[in-house]
């Protein structure tokens, strides 16, 4: 299980990275547009990435990786969890926004500092010891 786990979570990440990238451009192009903000296509990408922290969780508490490098035991999961909590906050004052430019625009940004965060996260889990 810890196995599948292992496999499935980098590749789920790296799907989550592409498809938040496609979204944030989504809203950003709706803004330009002024058309009547949509949250379903950020919802969507918000529930993968609460699936992805969950099975990095999963993995975190089975595989034992508080024992691991500092990198992986403590700025991985830190920056995942900011990466979620960004992403939902923007995606809640995007949907209490009454004007469509700006909830579209305010979705975008959240996406994209949600982006930058997912960012940091695969890139300290996926960089070589420092030593």
Same mark, same amino acid.
Do not use: C
């Given at each position: 299980?810890?196995?599948?786990?292992?496999t499935i979570h980098?590749?789920?990440?790296?799907?989550?990275?592409?498809?938040?990238?496609?979204?944030?451009? !989504? #809203?950003? /192009?709706? =803004?330009?547009?002024? @058309?009547?903000?949509?949250?379903?296509?950020? $919802?969507?990408?918000?529930?993968?990435?609460?699936?992805?922290?969950?099975?990095?969780?999963?993995?975190?508490?089975?595989?034992?990786?508080?024992?691991?490098?500092?990198?992986?035991?403590?700025?991985?999961?830190?920056?995942?969890?900011?990466? !979620? #909590?960004? /992403?939902? =906050?923007?995606?809640? @004052?995007?949907?209490?926004?009454q004007m469509a $430019?700006?909830?579209?625009?305010?979705?975008?940004?959240?996406?994209?500092?949600?982006?930058?965060?997912?960012?940091?996260?695969?890139?300290?889990?996926?960089?070589?010891?420092?030593?």
């Amino acid at each position: 299980m810890s196995a599948f786990l292992l496999t499935i979570h980098p590749w789920l990440g790296y799907l989550i990275f592409a498809a938040m990238l496609v979204v944030s451009f !989504l #809203a950003f /192009g709706r =803004a330009k547009d002024a @058309r009547e903000f949509r949250p379903q296509p950020a $919802v969507v990408v918000m529930v993968l990435l609460d699936i992805h922290v969950l099975l990095g969780i999963a993995l975190y508490a089975t595989s034992g990786y508080w024992d691991s490098r500092p990198e992986i035991a403590y700025l991985h999961p830190l920056f995942a969890i900011a990466a !979620l #909590a960004v /992403g939902h =906050a923007a995606l809640k @004052r995007a949907r209490n926004e009454q004007m469509a $430019v700006a909830a579209n625009r305010i979705a975008g940004r959240g996406l994209l500092i949600t982006l930058v965060l997912l960012t940091f996260a695969i890139g300290v889990a996926s960089a070589p010891p420092f030593l």
